[in-house]
T-cell receptor
Framework: EAQVTQNPRYLITVTGKKLTVTCSQNMNHEYMSWYRQDPGLGLRQIYYSMNVEVTDKGDVPEGYKVSRKEKRNFPLILESPSPNQTSLYFC????????????FGPGTRLTVT | RKEVEQDPGPFNVPEGATVAFNCTYSNSASQSFFWYRQDCRKEPKLLMSVYSSGNEDGRFTAQLNRASQYISLLIRDSKLSDSATYLCVVLDDYKLSFGAGTTVTVRA
């Protein structure tokens, strides 16, 4: 089954404790991205990757890191989480960036206390 | 000004009704437009693309008005299963911008 998976689905952590949210897709998509979704705001892009070893900042990259060592995986790293990073996070992949359907993972609900 | 703006709703409609809502965008050079559906904080899924001439997919009709910079979505013969948040998505300069969504609730 074609899908994007994320882990963990739910996470409660404390300020400053490093964490990683994994994202994996099995569709051989070149383009992957991370979004956060907050009430009253649209999805905002954090980082994206056009291909292996190619990553770039989205609209809200502060406080986040990513890596793309393999085509299928695109982990999101929070080196020192803060309460304002409490949010619902989605990973997405697509065949290409321009105009192609975005396939989203199931989401990770993160709470930082 | 937000790049993509939507009326958050909620639009509460009875089964069988027609409901329509718009989305405005700020960049007149925007290239492509889409509607995504999101169920109760689950992942968004593509509902349909929006073509310049307007297009239908079953009970759903999408239209684009470039002069006034808005797109619309109309749902005919609403079903309970249409209850969801509908996200307007605009592509410009290789960047996707998402609206905050319009919530539709269909009641029996």
């Amino acid at each position: 089954e074609a899908q994007v998976t994320q882990n963990p689905r739910y996470l409660i952590t404390v300020t400053g404790k490093k964490l990683t949210v994994t994202c994996s897709q099995n569709m051989n998509h070149e383009y992957m991205s991370w979004y956060r979704q907050d009430p009253g705001l649209g999805l905002r892009q954090i980082y994206y990757s056009m291909n292996v070893e190619v990553t770039d900042k989205g609209d809200v990259p502060e406080g986040y890191k990513v890596s793309r060592k393999e085509k299928r995986n695109f982990p999101l790293i929070l080196e020192s989480p803060s309460p304002n990073q409490t949010s619902l996070y989605f990973c997405a992949s697509s065949r290409g960036r321009v105009g192609y359907e975005q396939y989203f993972g199931p989401g990770t609900r993160l709470t930082v206390t | 000004r937000k790049e993509v703006e939507q009326d958050p709703g909620p639009f509460n409609v009875p089964e069988g009704a027609t409901v329509a809502f718009n989305c405005t965008y700020s960049n007149s050079a925007s290239q492509s437009f889409f509607w995504y559906r999101q169920d109760c904080r689950k992942e968004p899924k593509l509902l349909m693309s929006v073509y310049s001439s307007g297009n239908e997919d079953g009970r759903f009709t999408a239209q684009l008005n470039r002069a006034s910079q808005y797109i619309s979505l109309l749902i005919r013969d609403s079903k309970l299963s249409d209850s969801a948040t509908y996200l307007c998505v605009v592509l410009d300069d290789y960047k996707l911008s998402f609206g905050a969504g319009t919530t539709v609730t269909v009641r029996a």
